[in-house]
């Protein structure tokens, strides 16, 4: 069983940054591909980026080259450093934690974090 808890959001203008967190309990966060999704009211959950135990990242069209993510298997999180903020990226944010153990697939989400961009 893996808890995750994610921290970091809030009000911010466009063109601002904001960096979320998500520590993880236990002790196989290495194993675990990581990722962050986002909802925004009256839309579908989608993936923001993700990064897998070896490192290799994946961002969703919309955010390339403003939201990078990261890991540090050390301390259990992960991060998003979002960069040049856009209203449309207002939405809650939250941490995922996926890992495949033959024929079972192990998923967790974290309690999600809200997002605002407005001036």
């Known amino acids: 069983q893996v808890q995750l808890v994610d921290s970091g959001g809030g009000l911010v203008q466009p063109g601002g940054s904001l960096r979320l967190s998500c520590v993880a309990s236990?002790?196989?966060?290495?194993?675990?591909?990581m990722g962050w999704y986002r909802q925004a009211p009256g839309k579908q959950r989608e993936l923001v980026a993700s990064i897998t135990s070896g490192g290799i990242t994946n961002y969703a069209d919309s955010v390339k080259g403003r939201f990078t993510i990261s890991r540090h298997n050390a301390n259990n999180t992960v991060y998003l450093q979002m960069n040049t903020l856009k209203p449309e990226d207002t939405a809650v944010y939250y941490c995922?934690?996926?890992?495949?153990?033959?024929?079972?697939?192990?998923?967790?989400w974290g309690q999600g974090t809200q997002v605002t961009v407005s001036s």
């Open positions: 236990g002790n196989m966060f290495s194993s675990y591909a």
């Open positions: 995922n934690a996926d890992r495949r153990d033959g024929l079972t697939t192990y998923v967790y």
